[in-house]
């Protein structure tokens, strides 16, 4: 009996001791900022979109410096050039019009900067891309992440899909999330107040101690994405049936059902390896075998004014299926789910009196970005 | 305030108190109250003579008495019952419990421990031997004394065993295999009977291979190899077995929690042939399915040891053994970890050696013996997925066959010469998926690989005078990798990338596809000062033909070997050392400061993103480089006594700097010297072995360094809606300290009677203090930034038990 205690213990403790928790006390060594192109073509009928920034050199307080007034073009197998502009926002360029990529379509971007820095991509070819079939969801606790951390519990949701014929298909899923603000709050200024005039929040001096929060004046929604990359390549299975693929991880973080939209992109080749090598800097860490880390500078993107200047991201030209669904986040056991917590504030209402006699206001707009839009996506369920 | 005025208080009432004390003892002097009187005198056992000096110590106290010049001593005590002490340095402690009524009569007589068998379990270099040989950097390990460590979950470790000595490190804990001296794992040629182990782990790292009741001893070149050994570059283990007994039947072993272990010696015929089996079997873990937690509830880890002997002496001339060894481990997880962009719900894997060694020992005279050796070992693996549709089963293995013969020859008392032959073959599949199995998961079969490599060895240790020796010699080493073999050519000054290949040039079998060829000078050198004192210098040269490519933080053991062809070339390395060695107080005593550096060419590293499996065209993943590593070691080793043990110190560090032949595209950490994973500038080891009593005996071993390197961001960058850390230059921070202190109990014979049965238990604590050692920091991407996290593998104390057996 006492051997078998000791069996436990023993067990138990191996278990209970081999973990991985959060590193508290980590402090930055090195800083250092790189350009940073991010360009897709696909067949979406949505804009063309680059996004072109300085990469942040501080991992805590990030920011993404913005590089404005570049002229940004893609050029296709015959020559013909279709440009993008900049929009309202620093550092994001978009076609306008009816512009898509083509399946079977070769294109070559090019970028040149203002102060005369020029670059340009390998010529890619956009692949075709199955559908997206049988889709699964599974509640799954990673148990070796610590109660209370959000990577512990989730939803891993599985697919089916039949591998086209050709070799060398790559492939790739993200999602897109949406969901309604928490207490429709628009906006939250840090110890100061929303000054309706210039738009923004303003700290007065002294700062107050409260945090304010000002409702929307109409629809807003949050959109979050896969954290996750998901990837695949048909290296070992060519034209086969492809079945169980792991395609996301849906947070637990309410039991509420999950607006997703799922992407399934075909990827080329130069796509496929740089995200790869994202993906061991990134998901497969965390384990006794872990690769060296070292970020992979891009693969079809080239300097040609300055051919040693390392630049970071991709030029990712793909075509994709959707497809819109919600997840019932009911079947969550054993677990409670990790809920952010908003920031502690107080949100501002303004009296009857106020409106009428100082033309007060309380409610804000909602800022269109990367993370908050007004427009209701596809399939979207008030 | 407060605090110190309680301390200040509690130092008064002490001060009174001892005065108090004194005063009543005057008192009672005054009053003719005689106290009883406990003298005696101490003296050396064997010879009779007074010993001066001795410490007569009371009830555990640090301070005592001492005897005078004639070994006689004299205290006056009040009545009671004491523990007395008596011990000299060089002496083994005598106690006793006396009750003191009256005067008392204490002789004693002590005995010297000089002349005592060694308790150590180890010695920085081979005193075993003799101090006076000019080697540097070699060790030698008893099993008797590595026992004696505190072992992790009551597992005898000889991998574990050896990361205790200055200059033998690892990653980190669970970790697969040892770094010395700043090399790498697969730089440590590993000999178990002759035959080489390619993978010393069971478990992914979590305990060593070998049967340990097997073996007699083991023998760590950390430097100075001597001309008989080649291959690797940073050292050389070589593992005996024990020659099993002639003349009695033995039988040991034991019962621990993770696995079960016994020996037998069968002597067949008297004083000629007999026989020794020992296993080791570990089949514990139907514990993960009982009471594990779900993600582990269907591991399964298991694995066995199987070692044999024979040993043969026809006559006084030749003895002839036959050494097999058997290793096996199955393991199986959920999740696949092992092969990209296969889908499969359950991976298993096994893996393990098959290693057969004949040597026959001719003695033609007094003056001149020779070995012949001959050597079959195999190391496979197989990565299994049982699922229906997406089944999938990739091996690997490496032959490795090897014909020697050696030669001692010693002409006069001034020269002993050393010379031989080896010759070894090596046939590795490098990777086979889905040869014949009906899966949706293709098949991918990587051609066979066959190389050579021969040597041929000579050195003399030459004895000048009394006080100055030299060895030195060569090995002539002559590798060739041979077809049928496909040399993928690349167009010239471009990088070798799927891209630049123009074609392929067919080597036929048989044929010679490339060789390499390279003189390694070896040479040891002594000079002593009187006979406690010496210095000593070596330098050698080694290649290395094989290597394991792999670019994880430990291999795995499923990693793929691969020897020199066209485009790895072999990895070559020069090694200089300087020592200084002294025997303190009668050889009870030995301190040894060593100091190295060693420069290695044709290291291999890889390409960032490199894919290494089932890869056809490896040659476009590999960069090569160079490495360096440097240390100075400090030990201090009690060797004998009721306490011995060693405490040392090591500064070393390991460094790499990685260009390729393209440094613009290939070079890492942009060119310059970075450190490599096992650089661990500061380490401290110690180890305390206290045996009070023939029944109990007590160990403590330490170990604390500076934290391995890892590879922290320079900043974050964002790409499809997600954030990832920039990593711009490697290995440019570390990871908190190391350190850890472990216990361990050993009750031999608790029945306390002589029998032929012997029993022990011995209870272990390891990582007494529950510290979370890190063993890597890595980062994950976060909603709205990079998190960092830490991984620490044996974050708890592990507490365990094992019942050890011996019958003569």
Same mark, same amino acid.
């Given at each position: 009996m006492k051997s078998i205690l000791l069996h436990i213990l023993i067990f138990t403790t191996l278990f209970v001791s081999s973990c991985v928790a959060p590193l508290?006390?980590?402090?930055?060594?090195?800083?250092?900022?790189?350009?940073?192109?991010?360009?897709?073509?696909?067949?979406?009928?949505?804009?063309?979109?680059?996004?072109?920034?300085?990469?942040?050199?501080?991992?805590?307080n990030t920011?993404?410096?913005?590089?404005?007034?570049?002229?940004?073009?893609?050029?296709?197998?015959?020559?013909?050039?279709?440009?993008?502009?900049?929009?309202?926002?620093?550092?994001?360029?978009?076609?306008?019009?009816?512009?898509?990529?083509?399946?079977?379509?070769?294109?070559?971007?090019?970028?040149?900067?203002?102060?005369?820095?020029?670059?340009?991509?390998?010529?890619?070819?956009?692949?075709?891309?199955?559908?997206?079939?049988?889709?699964?969801?599974?509640?799954?606790?990673?148990?070796?992440?610590?109660?209370?951390?959000?990577q512990r519990a989730g939803f891993n949701l599985y697919l089916d899909f039949q591998d086209l014929p050709s070799e060398g298909d790559n492939y790739q899923w993200t999602w897109k999330h949406y969901q309604k603000l928490d207490y429709n709050i628009c906006t939250t200024c840090l110890k100061g107040y929303f000054d309706f005039r210039l738009n923004t929040c303003v700290l007065p001096r002294p700062a107050t101690e409260k945090n304010l929060s000002y409702e929307c004046d109409g629809t807003c929604l949050d959109i979050s994405y896969s954290t996750d990359l998901n990837l695949f390549s048909d290296a070992y299975s060519n034209g086969q049936r492809v079945t169980g693929k792991k395609v996301a991880r849906i947070p637990y973080d309410d039991i509420t059902p999950y607006y997703l939209q799922l992407e399934q992109r075909g990827i080329t080749k130069n796509s496929y390896n740089y995200y790869q090598s994202l993906k061991i800097q990134t998901q497969n860490t965390g384990t006794l075998f872990d690769v060296p880390a070292e970020t992979r500078y891009s693969v079809n993107i080239k300097s040609t004014t300055n051919p040693d200047e390392k630049i970071l991201g991709v030029f990712d030209v793909f075509s994709s299926k959707k497809k819109v669904f919600y997840i019932d986040r009911t079947k969550g056991t054993g677990t409670q789910p990790v809920k952010n917590i908003p920031l502690e504030?107080?949100?501002?209402?303004?009296?009857?009196?106020?409106?009428?006699?100082?033309?007060?206001?309380?409610?804000?707009?909602?800022?269109?970005?990367?993370?908050?839009?007004?427009?209701?996506?596809?399939?979207?369920r008030d | 305030m407060s605090q110190s005025i309680q301390f200040s208080l509690f130092k008064l009432f002490l001060i009174l108190f001892l005065f108090i004390n004194n005063c009543g003892f005057v008192l009672a002097q005054n009053k003719e109250f005689k106290l009883p009187v406990l003298e005696g005198k101490v003296t050396d056992s064997k010879t009779g003579e007074p010993i001066r000096g001795a410490t007569i110590s009371l009830d555990f106290k640090k301070s005592g008495i001492i005897t005078d010049s004639s070994g006689y001593f004299s205290i006056y005590l009040s009545s009671g019952e004491y523990i007395v002490k008596v011990s000299h340095v060089g002496y083994k402690p005598f106690r006793i419990k006396i009750p003191l009524r009256s005067d008392y009569r204490l002789d004693v007589q002590l005995d010297d421990i000089t002349k005592t068998l060694e308790e150590v379990i180890v010695s920085s270099q081979a005193t075993r031997k003799d101090i006076q040989t000019p080697s540097l950097g070699v060790t030698i390990l008893s099993i008797k004394g590595i026992k004696k460590l505190p072992a992790m979950m009551g597992e005898v470790d000889i991998i574990r065993s050896l990361q205790t000595l200055p200059g033998v490190s690892s990653v980190g804990e669970g970790s697969n295999g040892i770094n010395v001296r700043g090399g790498a794992i697969d730089q440590n040629l590993i000999f178990i009977d002759d035959a080489p182990i390619f993978n010393p782990t069971h478990l992914f790292g979590l305990f060593s291979v070998f049967a340990s009741d097997a073996i007699r001893e083991l023998e760590l070149y950390k430097g100075g190899v001597p001309s008989r050994f080649g291959g690797r570059t940073a050292s050389i283990l070589d593992i005996k077995m024990t020659e099993p007994n002639l003349e009695k039947f033995k039988l040991q072993g034991g019962i621990g929690l993770v696995s079960n272990r016994a020996m037998v010696e069968v002597p067949i015929i008297k004083d000629k042939l007999?026989? @020794?089996?020992?296993?080791?079997?570990?089949?514990?873990?139907?514990?993960?399915?009982?009471?594990?937690?779900?993600?582990?509830?269907?591991?399964?880890?298991?694995?066995?040891?199987?070692?044999?002997?024979?040993?043969?002496?026809?006559?006084?001339?030749?003895?002839?053994?036959?050494?097999?060894?058997?290793?096996?481990?199955?393991?199986?997880?959920?999740?696949?970890?092992?092969?990209?962009?296969?889908?499969?719900?359950?991976?298993?894997?096994?893996y393990g050696h098959l290693n057969f060694s004949g040597r026959w020992s001719h003695y033609f005279n007094t003056r001149l013996s020779m070995d012949v050796v001959g050597v079959l070992s195999k190391y496979k693996t197989r990565t299994y997925a049982p699922d229906s549709v997406n089944r999938i089963e990739l091996t690997n293995s490496i032959d490795y066959k090897n014909v020697k013969v050696n030669f001692d020859y010693n002409p006069n008392d001034n020269h002993k010469i050393n010379f031989g032959l080896s010759g070894v073959r090596y046939d590795i599949?490098?990777?086979?998926?889905?040869?014949?199995?009906?899966?949706?998961?293709?098949?991918?079969?990587?051609?066979?690989?066959?190389?050579?490599?021969?040597?041929?060895?000579?050195?003399?240790?030459?004895?000048?005078?009394?006080?100055?020796?030299?060895?030195?010699?060569?090995?002539?080493?002559?590798?060739?990798?041979?077809?049928?073999?496909s040399i993928r050519k690349y167009a010239e000054g471009q990088p070798r990338t799927a891209n630049s290949l123009i074609g392929t040039e067919e080597i036929g079998s048989g044929s010679v596809e490339k060789s390499y060829s390279g003189l390694e000078p070896r040479v040891a050198m002594k000079y002593s000062f009187g006979e406690n004192a010496t210095v000593k210098f070596g330098y050698n040269r080694m290649q290395?033909?094989?290597?394991?490519?792999?670019?994880?933080?430990?291999?795995?053991?499923?990693?793929?070997?691969?020897?020199?062809?066209?485009?790895?070339?072999?990895?070559?390395?020069?090694?200089?050392?300087?020592?200084?060695?002294?025997?303190?107080?009668?050889?009870?005593?030995?301190?040894?400061?060593?100091?190295?550096?060693?420069?290695?060419?044709?290291?291999?590293?890889?390409?960032?993103?490199?894919?290494?499996?089932?890869?056809?065209?490896i040659e476009t993943q590999v960069v090569s480089g160079q490495a360096k590593a440097y240390g100075l070691e400090l030990m201090l080793?009690?060797?004998?006594?009721?306490?011995?043990?060693?405490?040392?110190?090591?500064?070393?560090?390991?460094?790499?700097?990685?260009?390729?032949d393209f440094?613009?595209?290939?070079?890492?950490?942009?060119?310059?010297?970075?450190?490599?994973?096992?650089?661990?500038?500061?380490?401290?080891?110690?180890? @305390?072995?206290?045996?009070?009593?023939?029944?109990?005996?007590?160990?403590?071993?330490?170990?604390?360094?500076?934290?391995?390197?890892?590879?922290?961001?320079?900043?974050?960058?964002?790409?499809?809606?997600?954030?990832?850390?920039?990593?711009?230059?490697?290995?440019?921070?570390?990871?908190?300290?190391?350190?850890?202190?472990?216990?361990?109990?050993?009750i031999t014979n608790p029945s306390l009677k002589e029998r032929r049965w012997e029993g022990s238990w011995t209870f272990t604590v390891y990582n007494l203090y529950g510290r979370k050692n890190a063993y890597s920091v890595f980062f994950k991407p976060t909603g709205g930034g990079i998190r960092p996290y830490e991984l620490s593998v044996f974050g708890a104390p592990f507490i365990s038990l094992s019942y050890n057996f011996k019958f003569l």
């Open positions: 508290d006390n980590f402090q930055q060594v090195a800083n250092k900022s790189f350009l940073t192109i991010e360009a897709t073509l696909n067949n979406l009928s949505e804009p063309q979109t680059v996004y072109l920034f300085m990469s942040s050199p501080d991992v805590e920011y993404f410096l913005p590089i404005s007034n570049a002229t940004i073009f893609y050029t296709d197998e015959k020559g013909v050039r279709t440009d993008l502009s900049e929009t309202s926002l620093k550092g994001i360029y978009q076609t306008s019009g009816n512009f898509v990529g083509r399946i079977g379509g070769t294109y070559t971007l090019t970028i040149e900067t203002r102060d005369g820095k020029k670059y340009k991509s390998l010529p890619e070819t956009m692949r075709p891309v199955p559908e997206i079939e049988n889709l699964i969801n599974r509640f799954e606790i990673l148990d070796n992440y610590g109660v209370g951390d959000p504030s107080t949100i501002f209402v303004c009296t009857p009196l106020d409106v009428q006699e100082r033309g007060c206001k309380d409610k804000t707009s909602c800022q269109e970005n990367r993370y908050r839009t007004k427009i209701k996506p596809e399939g979207w | 007999s026989v @020794l089996a020992a296993g080791r079997l570990s089949f514990n873990d139907f514990w993960f399915k009982l009471i594990g937690p779900d993600n582990i509830k269907n591991t399964r880890a298991n694995f066995y040891d199987l070692a044999t002997k024979v040993f043969y002496r026809p006559n006084k001339n030749n003895t002839i053994s036959l050494s097999t060894y058997v290793s096996s481990d199955f393991y199986q997880v959920d999740s696949l970890f092992s092969l990209e962009n296969v889908i499969a719900r359950r991976t298993q894997f096994d599949s490098p990777g086979i998926l889905n040869q014949n199995v009906k899966s949706r998961i293709a098949a991918v079969i990587l051609p066979e690989e066959q190389s050579m490599e021969y040597a041929a060895y000579v050195d003399d240790e030459y004895k000048v005078n009394s006080k100055f020796t030299i060895q030195a010699g060569f090995r002539f080493a002559f590798f060739t990798n041979l077809g049928p073999y290395q033909f094989i290597q394991i490519l792999s670019n994880n933080t430990t291999p795995l053991p499923t990693s793929r070997w691969k020897t020199s062809d066209s485009y790895i070339k072999p990895q070559v390395s020069d090694f200089l050392s300087l020592g200084y060695f002294r025997n303190i107080q009668e050889n009870v005593f030995e301190l040894s400061a060593e100091a190295y550096y060693r420069q290695t060419d044709n290291v291999v590293d890889f390409i960032s993103g490199a894919n290494l499996q089932l890869n056809k065209s080793t009690k060797k004998r006594g009721e306490m011995s043990g060693w405490i040392s110190y090591t500064y070393a560090r390991s460094l790499q700097q990685v260009r390729g440094p613009e595209l290939q070079q890492i950490a942009g060119g310059n010297w970075y450190a490599s994973n096992y650089d661990k500038p500061h380490s401290v080891n110690m180890m @305390l072995n206290i045996q009070p009593t023939k029944h109990h005996s007590f160990a403590f071993t330490f170990a604390y360094n500076t934290g391995r390197p890892f590879s922290s961001p320079s900043g974050i960058f964002q790409l499809d809606n997600k954030r990832y850390p920039v990593y711009e230059t490697r290995n440019n921070d570390r990871i908190s300290d190391y350190h850890r202190l472990d216990f361990s109990w050993t």
